[in-house]
């Protein structure tokens, strides 16, 4: 791995009652995108207010670049936006910031560059001037993303920065976070918005009752099955039994209707779990070779909804509704 940025070992917080995370051990690299993931409650905000140095950890150690969460040399490399922000409605975006920039230290002309560089960076351009009282809901996502990014910090730990953006807004953060990324800034991102996750994160990791379920890289979570789906004509329930049983394979009907022995007049999707993705086209030419009519097939790419409602499936998720 590159530089380690983010490191933690064993982190454990116990709020008292049972709740808050155990044992969270994980390594972020300079320049990767890390997300954290889990159903609501799992302690993905209590992990990060950890490693901000929000709240005191009951166990464990964590480091960011080498210094000790919660010092001030860690706080310095810091960037933050929390999930339930309330910035000062009374002052424009431009001054949150300012303030956000006097709290890091920046002073005059360094400050005031930075501020109107970020204003146009997260799109709110001229309407800094505006108070946050009459921004929008997205509009105080992009301030809080421009406050994360004030101290231009080595690493930046992001609670939910999507969720109050339409789906132009949630492509230009994403274009953002990629931009820093290239700039070899980390990207710790809380989210249960995958497909940004999918689309941003280099790693991941599943965490479910306070632990980690699973982690791995995108690629490492998604690719745990081979998957194909193939059309058929001219199908029957008793061939789908053949089939199963004569290539040993794991194979399901996706579509149609299945009640009956009769041929199915409309087309059936079928869906093959295969060790490799050579065996498609064995199971291609079994289809052929008894009579029916193979229209389309293709792979199935898990995506990682489909991966986090399996990994949780059969498993119980405390959540927030007990
Ligand atoms: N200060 C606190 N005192 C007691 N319990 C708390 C405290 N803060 C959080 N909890 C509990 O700890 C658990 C983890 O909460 P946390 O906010 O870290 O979850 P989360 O994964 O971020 O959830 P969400 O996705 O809904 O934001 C929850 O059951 C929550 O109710």
Redo the contacts with the bound molecule.
Sequence with gaps: MTEVVVEANGLTKD???G???REITIKVGRGEAFGFL??????????V?MLVGL?HPSGGTATILGEPIGSLEARRHIGYLP?LYRYQEWLSGEEVLQLHAQLCGMRGSVAKRSIKLLLEEVGIGLRGRDRVKHYSKGMQQRLGLACAMVNDPQVIFL??PASALDPIGRNEVRLMLQSLRARGKTVFL?S?LLEDVEILCDKVAL?NN?QILQSGTVAEVLQEKIRWRFRVGGFTPFFLTWLTQFTGLSITQVSGNGGTEQPNEEAVWLEAELEDDEQIGWLNSLVIEHGLTLYEVHKVKTRLDEWFVSALSGISH?G?RI
């Design positions: 709020y008292g009652n709740r808050g995370c889990g159903p609501n409650g799992a302690g993905k905000s209590t992990f207010k709240i999930e609670d939910e809380n249960h965490l306070g405390r927030e």
